[in-house]
């Protein structure tokens, strides 16, 4: 079936990616019994609402086009390591604050003997100080749940300016983002698309395309948890 519900968003997976895909499924639901890695266990909707939702990114040409990709907050490692075995050329650096996450991931990486996928143990607020992250990528994505504008400050600053950051959400999103448009424009950027989709005609889904127009600020992003509790509004 996996293989049928990433033909309906248009991703042709071979079998050996299905097959990996698989055995990162086993990996997942194993380890998730004595870690909380994801509420959503059940074969065929881990096939659904984790792998063809990680997936559809790749059929927008932001990302299609990129080759240097973070993954901030990647906690399970959606959308990063689906994106990594169905798009193999790219380049992925998985970023998350919880080490324990990105020790499971470790283990993924090994398991299916993916290439060029790193973690790397930081909070973003942080890594995006350091040079050799800062403006770094093509594209950075997220799947986390935090609101647009403090997203944007942890964000934005992963990306080159020319690159994307991609922002994956669910239900309504036009509210957020009216909301973020302050904080998007201090960090560099500007809103290019919000590009809504219903994925198997039930669940509302949004990607926030925001394209880096110039230099993000040295300023920026804050530390002290400051994007959190105090966001650009």
């Known amino acids: 079936m996996l293989k049928d519900y990433l033909n309906e968003i248009?991703?042709?997976?071979?079998?050996?990616?299905?097959?990996?895909?698989?055995?990162?499924?086993?990996?997942?639901?194993?380890?998730?019994?004595?870690?909380?890695?994801?509420?959503?266990t059940e074969s065929d909707e881990v096939d659904r609402l984790h792998f063809t939702d990680s997936a559809y990114p790749l059929t927008l040409p932001e990302l299609k086009n990129a080759k240097k990709i973070?993954?901030?907050?990647?906690?399970?490692?959606?959308?990063?390591?689906?994106?990594?075995?169905?798009?193999?050329?790219?380049?992925?650096?998985?970023?998350?604050?919880?080490?324990?996450?990105?020790?499971?991931?470790?283990?993924?990486?090994?398991?299916?003997?993916?290439?060029?996928?790193?973690?790397?143990?930081?909070?973003?607020?942080?890594?995006?100080?350091?040079?050799?992250?800062?403006?770094?990528?093509?594209?950075?994505?997220?799947?986390?749940?935090?609101?647009?504008a403090t997203l944007t400050e942890y964000m934005l600053g992963f990306v080159k300016v020319g690159g994307f950051m991609l922002s994956m959400k669910?239900?309504?999103?036009?509210?957020?983002?009216?909301?973020?448009?302050?904080?998007?424009a201090a960090m560099g950027g500007e809103i290019v698309d919000v590009h809504k989709y219903r994925l198997f005609d039930e669940f509302d889904r949004s990607i926030v395309v925001i394209k880096k127009v110039r230099n993000t600020p040295k300023k920026y992003p804050r530390n002290k948890n400051l994007p959190?509790?105090?966001?650009?509004l």
């Not at 990996?20 to 380890?31: I, P």
């Not at 309504?172 to 909301?179: K, P, R, T």
């Open 10 to 40: 248009n991703i042709n997976a071979t079998e050996g990616q299905i097959a990996e895909l698989e055995r990162f499924k086993d990996l997942l639901v194993e380890k998730n019994k004595v870690m909380n890695l994801t509420g959503i």
């Open 70 to 148: 973070i993954d901030v907050g990647t906690g399970a490692g959606f959308p990063g390591i689906v994106l990594k075995i169905l798009a193999p050329e790219k380049e992925i650096l998985l970023n998350d604050s919880l080490l324990k996450r990105l020790k499971f991931l470790d283990e993924v990486i090994l398991d299916l003997d993916l290439k060029d996928i790193e973690t790397v143990h930081a909070r973003s607020e942080d890594l995006a100080h350091v040079a050799a992250h800062r403006e770094a990528y093509d594209v950075a994505i997220s799947r986390a749940v935090a609101r647009l």
């Open 170 to 184: 669910s239900g309504d999103i036009d509210e957020e983002a009216a909301e973020a448009k302050k904080a998007i």
């Open 228 to 232: 959190k509790t105090k966001p650009i």
